[in-house]
Every structure is written in structure tokens, then in C-alpha cells.
């Protein structure tokens, strides 16, 4: 199951990224350390079908404007992507929705602006760090990154 987010879902963030926080071709995982331990910690969801890690990640969105950009979860994983647009992110979800909305692939435009990006970030059951491809529109090569969920770093 994948959603497509465009620039009319973005929202702006306060500052540009951290120089530190993890970036990858053009795409910036904010609050996720590349140099050493990541502060931010994850928070607990309960739902009927069990307990969920959930770190948030605003996603700064770089490249050619108009472009997309496909961020999926690398099987085998029970991760999922939680990410909506900025009015429902603003808006109180109950545990359960955001699980329910959440996603295995999510499919992101580029907007042209270095604070504007995505909000969301990453849930799972059982991982302390998830890995996620990524794959630029008209491009074959892609990425692969760790995020860390449960735990403040992943092993290299």
C-alpha cells in the first residue's frame, strides 16, 4: 500500500535541516543523527492489534522542483510510514489511526524550498532501526538508510 504526498500536503518547517541530521541525495531525515547518537526519542502507540514505536521525522524533500521522490520499507520489516499532509498532522489522531493510515511506500513531490517538507515519521512492532530505500523519479539507483526507532543509533 503506498500514498503520494504533493506540495499542496507540505509544510514548512521553522528552520532549514540540522547540518547534522542524516541526508541522503537531496532528501533530509530531520532529527536523525549522521554523526552519532540521535536525542530524539520514540513514543509509544497502543492500539487494539498491539504496541508501536513511532519517531517522529519531518522529511526536507531536495531536487529538481516538480519532481518525485518513492521512500519504501526494506522487507522483511513490520515497519510502516506514517506521513499526511500538514492540516492532518495538526489535527488529533487517535493511536489507532495513525496506524491505520500507515503505509509501506510513500511517494513524496519536491516543492523548491529548503524548509518545506513532509510531516510523519516511522512506526514499528519489534525494530529498533528500520531501513528504507530510496528512489528518485527517472533514476534506477537507489539508496538505503537506517532509521532508528527504538534505540538511538543502528549498527553500520
Not at 526536507?60 to 519504501?72: A, D, I, M, Q
Not at 489507532?96 to 516543492?111: G, K, N, Y
Not at 517538507?117 to 528500520?130: A, E, I, Q, R, W
Request: aromatic share 6%; with cysteine; glycine share 8%.
Amino acid at each position: 500500500h503506498q500514498i503520494s504526498l504533493k506540495c499542496g500536503d507540505a509544510g514548512s518547517a521553522t528552520v532549514p535541516p540540522d547540518s547534522n541530521d542524516l541526508a541522503v541525495d537531496g532528501m533530509t531525515f530531520s532529527g536523525v543523527s549522521a554523526v552519532g547518537p540521535s536525542s530524539r526519542a520514540s513514543t509509544a502507540l497502543s492500539t487494539p492489534t498491539g504496541q508501536y514505536s513511532f519517531r517522529k521525522v519531518f522529511l526536507y524533500v531536495g531536487g529538481p522542483v516538480g519532481t518525485t521522490t518513492r521512500v519504501e520499507v526494506v522487507p522483511p520489516s513490520d515497519a510502516m510510514l506514517f506521513y499526511v499532509d500538514a492540516d492532518t498532522w495538526m489535527s488529533a489522531l487517535t493511536d489507532a489511526e495513525m496506524v491505520r493510515q500507515s503505509v509501506s511506500s510513500l511517494s513524496v513531490e519536491e516543492c523548491g524550498n529548503t524548509s518545506t517538507g513532509y510531516f510523519g515519521g516511522v512506526l514499528t512492532k519489534s525494530s529498533d532501526c528500520v531501513r528504507l530505500r530510496i528512489t528518485h523519479q527517472g533514476q534506477t539507483d537507489t539508496r538505503t538508510v537506517q532509521i532508528p526507532v527504538a534505540s538511538t543509533t543502528c549498527a553500520p
